[in-house]
């Protein structure tokens, strides 16, 4: 069973930067796709970008597309997101998931693997 740890979250000012991470471990028998969502207290669990274990496929939220950016070093086992251009709205606590099947990332995850999160705070 993989374990996922996600990194990189943290305080910062509206327009700032950030970059998780999410590192994958433990034993995995095929290839693994992730994705990230994030979720706000009250709220359900918003999807925000998955990306192939090839990296060659990706997809993204109309509500980040263009600010945030997926990627992976499957030589870390570790995909992150680049998250630019960051606004109040987007304070949460981000999750990446991950799972043999793509399709299962884009609809929810649900049956996929999860790390404990961390937390994304953007003060105005």
């Known amino acids: 069973q993989v374990q996922l740890v996600e990194s990189g979250g943290g305080l910062v000012q509206a327009g700032g930067s950030l970059r998780l991470s999410c590192a994958a471990s433990g034993r995995t028998f095929s290839p693994l796709h992730t994705g990230w969502f994030r979720q706000v207290p009250g709220k359900e669990r918003e999807f925000l970008a998955a990306i192939t274990w090839s990296g060659g496929q990706t997809a993204y939220a109309d509500s980040i597309k263009g600010r945030f950016r997926i990627s992976r070093d499957n030589a870390k086992n570790t995909v992150y997101l680049q998250m630019n251009s960051l606004k109040p709205d987007d304070t949460a606590v981000y999750y990446c998931?991950?799972?043999?099947?793509?399709?299962?990332?884009?609809?929810?995850?649900?049956?996929?693997?999860w790390g404990q999160g961390t937390q994304v705070t953007v003060s105005s």
């Open positions: 998931a991950a799972d043999p099947r793509y399709s299962r990332i884009l609809a929810g995850a649900t049956e996929s693997s």
